[in-house]
């Protein structure tokens, strides 16, 4: 069956490094996501990406990268830059950024600084 | 900012029809409807979409008002499996419009 990977499901971090998320998908879809939750909140979008080798930031890129070398992979990196860490991180995928195609989600990764 | 209203919380019994209400009154005539659930811990599940027709799928179906400002998500009969945070989020076209932007949802309570 198609879907989305995400690994590792949990993550501890200590404060001052950086940790890289993986995220692959064997939908063949074109476009990838990464969003960030925190308790009791919604979901926030980090960086998007349309195609191979394109990605643009989403609402809270700031201590984030990402790099898209291949359709079916979309990793983050969480840098030490970012201030607080400590979140649910989501990856996800659509066939294409079109109005009418829906998401299909990754079952996430918790990271925590510790 | 999110540009969908859904109501905090909502409660049902099991076994009973569920119909969860969102307000969009400054849709675009692009905009399409997209519903998606989250149950705890979970990534979301996409649940269900529509542009001005009403739309039925194995999981729900989808009401659309004539003028597109608001809709409503119903379940025909909860199950204690439906209890997650319901998302109504508007979809348009290009730039940041393209992207799927999360409010808050609506929690779904189910009882048995």
């Known amino acids: 069956d198609g879907g989305i990977t995400q690994s590792p499901k949990y993550l501890f971090r200590k404060e001052g490094q950086n940790v890289t998320l993986s995220c692959e998908q064997n939908?063949?879809?074109?476009?990838m996501y990464w969003y960030r939750q925190d308790p009791g909140q919604g979901l926030r979008l980090i960086y998007y990406?349309?195609?191979?080798?394109?990605?643009q930031k989403g609402d809270i890129a700031e201590g984030y990268s990402v790099s898209r070398e291949k359709k079916e992979s979309f990793p983050l990196t969480v840098t030490s830059a970012q201030k607080n860490p400590t979140a649910f991180y989501l990856c996800?995928?659509?066939?294409?950024?079109?109005?009418?195609?829906?998401?299909?989600f990754g079952s996430g990764t918790r990271l925590t600084v510790v | 900012d999110a540009k969908t209203t859904q109501p905090n919380s909502m409660e049902s019994n099991e076994e009973e029809p569920v119909h969860l209400p969102c307000n969009h009154s400054?849709?675009?005539?692009?905009?399409?409807i997209h519903w998606y659930r989250q149950l705890p811990s979970q990534g979301p599940e996409y649940v269900i979409h529509g542009l001005t027709s009403n739309v039925n799928n194995r999981m729900a179906s989808l009401a659309i008002a004539e003028d597109r400002k608001s809709s409503t998500l119903i379940l025909h009969r909860a199950t204690l499996r439906d209890a997650a945070v319901y998302y109504c989020?508007?979809?348009?076209?290009?730039?940041?419009?393209?992207?799927?932007?999360f409010g808050k949802g609506t929690k779904l309570s189910v009882k048995p």
């Open positions: 939908l063949n879809h074109d476009a």
């Open positions: 990406s349309q195609i191979v080798n394109d990605f």
């Open positions: 996800a995928s659509s066939r294409d950024r079109g109005r009418e195609y829906g998401y299909t």
């Open positions: 400054t849709i675009s005539g692009t905009d399409y």
């Open positions: 989020i508007l979809k348009g076209y290009g730039g940041s419009q393209g992207n799927l932007i």
